[in-house]
Nanobody, 125 residues
Framework: QVQLVESGGGSVQSGESLRLSCSAS???????MAWFRQGPGKEREGVAS???????NYAASVKGRFTISQDHAKNTLYLEMNSLKPEDTALYYC????????????????????WGQGTQVTVAS
């Protein structure tokens, strides 16, 4: 059974950094993993994806500030977030499609078969 557990959220000031972690288990290659976020009153949106061949994708709003990576030995997915802005405030989720690598539609929530419970990120101005 696929299990995902996020951690690392918190409250920071604008311009600061945070690193989110997603501990994952229950699947093997090929796969597509992603970070999504849902801000107050907003739709859930894709932030970044990474698949089993190492390919990555980023939303335009975070490109150049956020980095997605994984540690295979620890079965952990990371999201390094730098230069945080108040508009980055959201509940952040990790998700996985345990059957295939990421496609051009990586940002579509329906592709993903398992989700974590979310970790809150709050950025004050």
């Amino acid at each position: 059974q696929v299990q995902l557990v996020e951690s690392g959220g918190g409250s920071v000031q604008s311009g600061e950094s945070l690193r989110l972690s997603c501990s994952a288990s229950g699947y093997s290659s090929p796969y597509c993993m992603a970070w999504f976020r849902q801000g107050p009153g907003k739709e859930r949106e894709g932030v970044a994806s990474l698949d089993s061949d190492g390919s990555t994708n980023y939303a335009a709003s975070v490109k150049g500030r956020f980095t997605i990576s994984q540690d295979h030995a620890k079965n952990t997915l990371y999201l390094e977030m730098n230069s945080l802005k108040p508009e980055d405030t959201a509940l952040y989720y990790c998700a996985v499609d345990p059957n295939d690598e990421c496609s051009g539609a990586w940002f579509v929530t329906g592709w993903y078969k398992a989700w974590g419970q979310g970790t809150q990120v709050t950025v004050a101005s």
